[in-house]
């Protein structure tokens, strides 16, 4: 659908309107009373979110490549339906393959509060059920506000039930990790990927002075970033999740990584709500998931 035909049928006068980028790529571009974000309809891809008086709060890396079917580097990826690796299948892709399609927008609105929301979908096709055989409704439905609210909806249109995994991998954007903290996840049993999968006990506020990837199980807890130098928290809430995933790849991968700025450690790091594991979903035909993440910027006091 072209950029004039989505303007046409979607966009709302002080809220939404559509750009196509320098790579080809259509993205929407929200601006309301509250704040101005952007979404990718390829992966689904939320690159920016920035309340009115807050610097942006997601981080995109500098050297990101808008180049499908090569997912987006930052932002809130969405990953389905499986986070990670398929132990099972190692040859499929990292993370599922749904932040690697394009999403179909169907429905955006003015909300009385004053918000702004959109909803795309995603639906199994030819080329989904070559890498998982299964019928499947994705329906991402993004509220653009003071806050930002993030709803993955799953539903099983097959006639077998399945275990499905999900992730909103969301990169934060800080101004310096050394002086960054995070709180909510103390006393919360980890597995450290790190350390040969270790599990650990968090006994103190996260701070972040080398490689961290760690999974925290059995918690539905919110967490706060409190960014020191911006003088910024960030509330983190979740909902049907009861994984939390806490990633900054610190200097030796961000310089392996080519679409991750050498020092992009220094200004990010992910707190992402998940469903892996024992907290993987099983779905019977008919049934529907939603995953829910709500992100709010508050000035520190």
């Known amino acids: ?58 981080w995109m890396s500098p050297d990101a490549l808008f180049s499908p079917p090569k997912a987006i580097r930052g932002g809130v990826p969405i990953c389905w339906p499986w986070f990670g690796k398929d132990a099972d299948h190692p040859q499929r892709p990292q993370h599922g393959f749904v932040r690697n399609h394009l999403w179909t927008l169907y429905k955006t609105a003015a909300l009385e509060s004053g918000e702004t929301q959109l909803r795309l979908q995603l639906h199994d096709d ?14 991402l439905c993004v509220t653009v506000g003071k806050r930002l609210r993030i709803e993955l909806i799953s539903r099983n249109t097959d006639t077998q039930a399945y275990i499905t995994g999900a992730a909103l991998h969301t990169y934060f954007r800080v ?36 490689e961290v990837d760690r999974i925290y199980l059995d918690t539905q807890d919110t967490c706060i970033i409190t960014d020191l130098s911006l003088n910024r928290k960030i509330e983190v809430q979740k909902a049907q999740s009861a994984t939390t995933v806490v990633w900054n790849p610190w200097i030796d991968k961000a310089e392996a990584m080519k679409d991750f700025s050498d020092d992009g450690y220094r200004k990010m790091l992910c707190i992402e709500s998940v469903n892996t594991l024992e907290d993987s979903v099983y779905l019977e035909p008919g049934q529907s998931h939603t995953l829910m993440q709500s992100i709010t910027a508050i000035e520190s006091t």
């Open 1 to 58: 659908m072209s950029v004039d035909t989505l303007d046409h049928r979607f966009a709302i006068k002080d809220h939404i309107s559509f750009i196509e980028d320098v790579n080809g790529l259509t993205k929407a571009s929200i601006n309301n009373s509250f704040a101005e974000a952007e979404v990718y309809l390829f992966g689904g891809h939320i690159t920016h979110f920035q309340p009115h008086g807050h610097a942006p709060v997601l």
């Open 126 to 139: 030819s080329e989904t059920r070559k890498l998982w055989p299964h019928a499947f409704e994705l329906e």
């Open 175 to 210: 101004d310096d990790i050394t002086t960054t903290r995070i709180e909510g996840l103390e006393g919360v049993t980890y597995i450290d990927t790190t350390d040969a999968y270790r599990k650990k006990v968090e006994d103190d506020p996260i701070k972040i002075d080398q």
